[in-house]
């Protein structure tokens, strides 16, 4: 555990992990470092004692060296031994890894998972951009109100209102009074309210100087912009990301379950907001 860096009492997946991290580290491949080569064998026979590996019996001296903690000297014919068991070692168990990704690849390319993952993942982008449009990059339409009552906050700090407009009715607003816009707001003046142009949401309201002046709504679902944009828009890892790798596989489960998850959850408060 202490040549890999961790506790006694680490978990498989944690040992697993180290291993991985530490091994294309100290790879003689790409570390020159003549301490990374011996290192480079110690992590590989520490490795496979834990796991209790099969290939732990073909280790030169192994446990020679494990009662003496690789503290003593080697010889160059025993370093060349067990650097050549190491790199045998490290070969075949990223062969077995490759192997089990390319399994798991091919199991969902003939599953249901492999179209419906296309699927919920072109929705998910589709939603994310249409949301980047109506909020960020298509103009909002403002509209002439009147309040119709108002009452504030103090412990949010928030002025709520509800506003009567032509078309909508009564409409709730919830004003931050800590809005760099809202020391030019006041409810004495005309007052406008801006709507987006694709899901006519509520998104602000001032006295008409423009939609760079507008005190924001936090009643509004667009409070919550960022998140739905950034985790709608991840299932691009989903469709461009190219098989077999874990980053595909990953994505495949996580992001279209997440995407799924997300949607709902945007479909509900697009119903009850």
């Not at 067990?82 to 390319?109: D, G, L």
């Amino acid at each position: 555990m202490k040549i890999l860096g961790l506790k006694p009492n680490a978990e498989e997946k944690q040992i697993k992990s180290a291993y991985r991290k530490l091994a294309k580290l100290y790879h003689p491949d790409v570390n020159n470092d003549p301490n990374s080569h011996q290192l480079f064998i110690k992590i590989n026979e520490a490795y496979a004692k834990l796991i209790n590996d099969d290939l732990v019996d073909e280790i030169p001296h192994y446990k020679e060296e494990f009662q003496k903690k690789h503290n003593r000297p080697i010889s160059e014919e025993e370093f060349n031994k067990r650097m050549e068991w190491a790199r045998n070692y490290a070969k075949v168990k990223s062969i077995k890894e490759e192997r089990i990704v390319r399994i798991s690849f091919i199991q969902i390319r003939k599953s249901f998972m492999y179209r419906f993952s296309k699927i919920v993942s072109i929705v998910s982008v589709s939603l994310a951009t249409i949301l980047l449009f109506d909020y960020a990059i298509l103009k909002p339409t403002p509209s002439i109100c009147t309040i119709k009552n108002r009452n504030f906050d103090p412990t949010n700090n928030m002025l709520n209102l509800v506003i009567q407009t032509p078309a909508s009715g009564d409409v709730k607003f919830s004003l931050d009074q800590m809005d760099p816009n809202y020391h030019n707001f006041s409810i004495k003046r005309p007052l406008y309210f801006y709507t987006t142009p694709i899901f006519r949401e509520k998104i602000g309201i001032n006295n008409g100087q423009g939609e760079d002046f507008m005190v924001f709504n936090y009643k509004s679902f667009y409070v919550a912009f960022y998140f739905y944009a950034i985790a709608l828009f991840m299932p691009f890892i989903t469709l461009f990301s190219r098989g077999p790798n874990l980053i595909y596989i990953l994505s495949v489960y996580f992001n279209t379950y997440l995407s799924l998850i997300i949607m709902f959850i945007f479909l509900l408060t697009l119903i009850f907001n």
